[in-house]
């Protein structure tokens, strides 16, 4: 029986890694954390554990928590792991960090697309950044994990294969990205308010999205050099799903049949990753609610670019779900277990 803690257990991922938790019988989630609700029922914050869950929220003390599971996931702000992490909760149980604290490896670029000072950067080299699909191996032997962010699990699984293998150029790489309301997390705020969202669509963060720096550095390593990206999210009126089109030039003349080969290369015998059939274009809702990534492409050759295109759940493969299929992996277990959710719909 793995005991799972989880410090934000009340905000949208917390609540979603408890959701896929609670319907395993090799988990025991022993610890719901939430420095909001502290004392008050789990169920009375999210109704649809009622009867399910009667355990009360606790404080997010990781240091106390440490000594009474095997795994942590903090599904926090960023700056909350990195100012409590210390050798001793490391050396007791295995962490799951769903913030930014430690996927990027600089600091100072952390520190200067976060605006925050890293309390705790001794940690960073050692961290594993969790895209399994990537990082398999280190992933197995980690005792710190950087779960990825929504926005970069879905550019890099739809980039990455063409970067790697020298296809595109990746300095011509423009990212346009939408996601639904819940990437935004469940705090209280103007701009998500119903009728701000509601048959409306916008760009933010045009130009200085934090994920922008953790996709340059991932596909960095694919390109084996330094790369730069545009990357412009969009927030649309839906609860969740992430749905990105990247563009970039064509190294040279490609056809259909070498291009399916690359990802093919990569993500054939990938569970969670789905390479659509010939035209067909991703959707939100064939991934909704589960932890697969659609991807596909477009040969343009009028322009000598290629579309690439990627689909996922934000709350699922972008958060709690990747968080998951970590844990799974490091506890030598089946990597799929307790993922296989077939995608809702309608």
Same mark, same amino acid.
């Given at each position: ?68 599971? *095997? ?15 210390? *050798? ?17 490896? *600089? ?205 996922? *759940? ?33």
């Amino acid at each position: 029986m793995i005991k799972a803690g989880i410090i934000g257990s009340t905000g949208y991922a917390g609540g979603e890694l408890a959701r896929l938790l609670l319907q395993r019988d090799d988990v025991k989630i022993k610890w719901y954390g939430s420095k909001s609700y502290v004392d008050q029922k789990y169920a009375s914050i999210y109704q649809n554990m009622f009867e399910i869950v009667s355990d009360s929220c606790m404080d997010d003390n990781i240091e106390a928590l440490a000594e009474k599971v *095997d795994v942590i996931f903090t599904a926090t702000p960023q700056g909350f792991l990195a100012s409590a992490l210390n *050798d001793r909760i490391l050396s007791q149980t295995k962490v799951i960090d769903l913030s930014a604290d430690f996927r990027i490896q *600089d600091v100072s670029i952390y520190e200067k697309w976060y605006q925050i000072q890293h309390k705790s950067p001794q940690y960073i080299k050692e961290a594993v950044y969790g895209l399994p699909e990537i990082n398999r191996e280190k992933i197995k032997n980690a005792r710190l994990i950087a779960n990825p962010g929504c926005y970069p699990t879905c550019s890099e699984l739809s980039i990455y294969p063409l970067v790697k293998e020298g296809l595109i150029d990746p300095d011509t790489i423009i990212i346009d990205a939408k996601s639904g309301t819940s990437g935004a997390g469940r705090g209280a705020k103007v701009d998500n308010l119903y009728c701000e969202v509601n048959e409306n669509i916008k760009a933010y963060g045009v130009g200085v999205h934090r994920h922008t720096p953790e996709i340059e550095e991932q596909l960095s390593y694919g390109a084996g050099k330094p790369v730069t990206i545009s990357f412009t999210p969009h927030l649309v009126p839906m609860n969740r799903g992430i749905l990105i089109t990247a563009y970039a030039s064509l190294t040279s003349k490609v056809s259909y049949e070498e291009v399916k080969a690359v990802y093919d290369k990569y993500y054939d015998k990938e569970f969670f990753v789905r390479v659509l059939e010939k035209d067909v274009t991703p959707q939100t809702k064939w991934v909704e609610g589960s932890n697969f990534v659609d991807v596909n492409f477009k040969i343009d050759p009028r322009t000598n670019r290629i579309v690439m295109m990627g689909a996922m *759940d934000n709350l699922v493969k972008g958060a709690a779900g990747q968080a998951v299929q970590n844990m799974n992996l490091l506890f030598g277990l089946e990597e799929n277990k307790g993922l296989k959710l077939i995608p809702m719909f309608p």
